[in-house]
C-alpha cells in the first residue's frame, strides 16, 4: 500500500499548537512547581488533599450533567435525523441558537425562574399544585425549594453544555448507511434490534465525541454554582478562579490544581475513548 | 503535493502578516504616539487615554463630552472586581493609563510600586474635592489619587419580610431569618461583617480574632441562615422578593428600591465600611498627560453631578455634593427626597463609625483566602 | 439515513419540551428587554428605552462589533485549519495520532482562566524579546539608488493576541467534531479515488469533503458559540483598547448588568433568527422550483 501523504495536512496545525497550547502548559507546569519566589516546591500539591470534597463533587456533578444530556440527546438527535431535511437544517441552528446570548444573561434568567418567588413556582402555585399537594399530604408547602441546590447546579449545566452533545451525535446518526439498515430489516431484525445491534454502535464515536464536549468543559465550569447553586458548595472551576482572581492572588497554587484536574480528565477521557475502539472495531468486522 | 504545500505556507504566513498588522494599527493608533512613533504607519495618530473602570459606574455622555473638547480619544475598558483587575495588572496583559481601584486595592498598588505619583498643577479640579476625602489611610500624603466616588456598606431588608426594624449586624447571623438571609461573595466583605460584630477591627491582623469571625460564620452556614452567596445578583433576589436580608452598597440599594419600595437600607450600629473608589496612574502608563487631563475632568462638578445622577454613588466634590438636591429637581422637577440622599451621601456621624479597608499583610490575605474556601467545601 | 416510520406524536411532544427548556431563559430575557423599568425580574409596564438608550451607548456598540468581527474571523479561520488537521489526524497511525488529539484536546480540558493567563504570559514574553529586538535593530534598504528605513513596529495585546487566542481554544472542537465523521468514512473510498486517478488534492475536495461537511458545520456552529460566549481568556488577552461584549458584560457585575444588555441580546437573536428565515425561505422557493422544472 502507498504512504498517504494525508498526514502533512496537519503540519500548520501541529506547529501552531507548538506554540500557542504546549508552550502555555509549560509555563502552567512551571508555575504548579515553583513559588511566588521563583523557587522549586511540591507545597502546592501537598495542599491538594484539603480539596478532595471539591474534586469529587466536580466530577460527580459533571458526570451526572453528561449522563443526562445523553439520556436527552440521543433521542433529540435520533428523532431529528428522522425529520425532513428542511425541518433539520433548521433544527440544528435552533439547538445553538440559545447560546449565542451570553451566558451570564441566561443563567439570570434561570434563576428568576427557579427561584423562590420565581416563574415556575408562581406557575404552580396559579395551578393550585401546592393546595392540591398540601391536601393529600397534610403538608403545608409555599414553594418548591428548587436554587441553591445541586439539581439547580446540573440543570445549569444540562442547559449549557446539552447543544455539544446533540450536535455530534446528530451529525453521526443522520449520515448512517441505509443499505445497512434495510439489510438487518430484511434479515429480520426488529426495530429494537435493529437500534440496538445497528444504529447504537454505529452512532458511537458521536457519542464519544459528545460525552467529551459535555464533560469535560462541566468538571471546569465556574459561575454556575455560585449563580444557580448559591455558592455555598465550591466546584472546581471556582476554586481556580478564586486563586487567580480571589483576594490572595495566587497562580501557583491554581496552576497546580488545574493541573491535577487536566491530569484525571486525560485519564477518564483515556479509558473511555480505549474502550470506545474497542466497540467500534468490534462492529466494524 | 507541493501546491498543497505552498498553499499552507502562504496561507500561514498571510495569516501571520494580517496578525502582526492588526496588532501594530492597535499600537500606533490606539495606546498612542510614544511606542511606535518609529513604526511611521500612523494614520492620523491623535492623543488617547486608556481607562479602566467598572461596568455601569459612569455616564457614558462623559466620555462624548471629553472627546469633543479635548479631541482626545478614550478606549474604556471595564473590569470585574478589583482582584480581576489586579490579576490582569500582575500578568502584563494591559497597559491602561487610568484606573479606578477601591481603597485597599490603591494601598496595595502602592505597596506594590505600580502607580505613578500624579501632578496636582495638571489637575486643578482637585482642589474642589471635599478635605473628607483627602490623605485618607491607603494615600496619607495623597500623592497618587483623585478620589472618584464613595459611599457606605450596609444591610439591605425588605420590610415586608422582617418585623422589627433591623439594627445590628447580628441580623445577619440569626436563625430567625434561616434560608432568607445573602451573604456577600467576597471574603473580605463577609469576613468583615463578622468583625465588625465582634466589635474588632475590620483591618486586623490577629489570626485568632479572624478564626473567631470565620467561626461565626460557619456556623451561620451550617446552621443554614443563608440562601447563598451573591454580588450582582442580589438585586434580582432583593426586587423580587426571594431573600429578606441582603449586604451590599448604599448606591445599589437605592436602584433596588426603584423596583421593590419595601426595602429598606441602615448602616448598622456596630460600625461598616466606608470605602472609597479613586482614580490613579499607572507607573507605566504611556499617556501620562492624557490621563491626568481625563482625570481632571472627572473631579470637575459636572462630570459629578452626572455621574452621581447615573450611578448613584455619592461624589467627592464638595460643589456636586452640595448642588445635586436642587439638580435633581431641576432634572425630574421634582424635590429629592433628603432620606434618601443621606444613604446616598452619609452624613459625617456615620462615616464616623465606619472605618475604611487598608491593604492586609500577605500571609492575612492567604488566610482570608483559605478561610473562604473552607467555607466552600 | 431512513428510519421509515417517521416521529409519533409522543416523540414529537420530546421535541417540543426540549426546545422549550432551551428557549425558556431567552423568552424570559426578550421580555424583559421591553421593560419600563431597570429590573430584570420586577415588570414595570412595555417600553423601547432601552433600545434607544442602547444605541447612545457606545461601549456596548463597540464591543458587539469586536465581538462579531472576532468571532466569525476566528470561526472561519479555525473551521478550514481543524478540518485539515483532523483529516491529517486520521490519516495518521495511533502511535501519532493518540498524542496528538491528548495535546489537541488541552485547550478543552483546561480551566479558561489557566488558559488565559498562560496565553498572557506567554504572549508578554515574546512581545518582550519583540519589542526589545525592535528598539535595537532596523532594516536598512537601498532599492533603486533611495535608502528606505523600516523600523520594527512594536507589539502589544490587542485585536490580533485576541484572535489567535480564539482561533487556539476553536480549533479543538472543529477537531472533535469533525473526527467521528472521518472515522465513519469508508477508508477505502479515497484510494478508490485515488487509484482512478484523481489527484489527492481532487480526492481530498470530491470525496473527503462532502462526506465530513456535517461534521464541519456543525463544528463551525460549536466553535461560533464558543468564541461569543467567551469572557476569561479574552479579558486576558484582548490588551487595553479592545473588548467584546462578554467581557462588558462580566464587567457591570461589580454593579449590576445594565438593562440595555438584554436589548442588544435580544437584537443579535432576533437578527440571527430573522437570517435563518430568510434563507429558509429561499431555500425552499429554489427547491419548490426545481421540482416544478422536473415535473
Redesign the interface.
Known sequence: MKKSKRPLLAIPYVVWMAIFVVAPIIMVVIYAFSTAGGGFTLENFTRMGTYTVIFTRSFRLALIATVVCLLIGYPLSYMMAKEGPRFQRVGMMLIMLPMWVNFLLRTYSWMSILEKNGLLNQFFSAIGLFDLINAVFGTNIQYFHMIGTQGAVVLGMVYNYLPFMILPIYSVIVKLDNSLLEAARDLGASSTAVFRKVIFPLSLPGILSGVTMVFVPSVSTFAISRLLGGGTQMLLGDLIEQQFLGGAYNPHLGSAIALVMMIIVVVCMWIMNHFGEGEEQAVML | ?K???AL?LAS?LA?GLL??????????S??GAP??S????EPGSGR?V?V?S????ID??L??QFEEKTGIKV???????N??L???L???????DVIVPSDYMISQLIEENMLAELNYDNIPNFSKIDDRFKNLSYDPENKYTVPYTWGTLGIIYNTAMVEEPITSWSAMFDEQYAGDVLLI????DALGIALYYLGYSVNTTDEAQIREAFQLISDA?SAGV????????V???M????AAISTYYAG?YL?ML???PDLAYVVPEEGSNWFVDAMCVLKDAQNKDEAEEWINFMASTEANLANMDY?WYASPNTEALEQYPAYYEETYGEPLDLELYEIMAAPQEVLDRCESYLVLP?AT??L??DL??E??? | MNLRKKNGLLNRCFMGLVFLFLYAPIFLLIIFSFNAGNSSVVWKGFSVRWYAELFQNRIIMQSVYTTLLVSLLATAIATVAGTLAAVGFYAMRRRWRDPLMTVNSIPMMNADIVTGVSLCLLFVAIFGFWNDFAEHYRLVINLFGEVYRITFPKLSLGFGTLLIAHITFNIPYIILSVGPKLRQMDKNLVDAAQDLGCTWFQAFWKVILPEIMPGIVSGALIAFTMSVDDFVISYFTAGSATSTLAMAIYGMTKKRVSPEINAVSTLLFVTVLALLAIVNIRESRAEAAARRQHS
Open positions: 503535493m501546491r498543497i504545500a499552507a500561514s495569516t496578525l502582526t498588522g492588526c496588532s501594530v494599527e492597535h499600537v500606533s490606539e495606546t511606542v511606535s518609529g513604526s511611521g504607519t488617547v486608556n479602566c467598572w461596568g455601569e459606574y457614558t455622555d466620555i462624548d478606549n474604556y475598558q471595564t473590569a470585574e472586581s482582584e480581576a489586579y490579576s490582569l500582575k500578568s502584563g496583559g494591559a497597559t491602561f461573595n467576597n471574603s473580605r452556614v443563608y440562601q447563598g452567596k451573591v454580588m450582582d445578583e438585586f434580582q433576589k426586587e423580587q422578593g426571594n445599589d436602584t426603584e423596583n421593590n450611578i500577605e490575605r492567604a482570608y483566602n473562604w474556601i467555607l466552600g467545601l
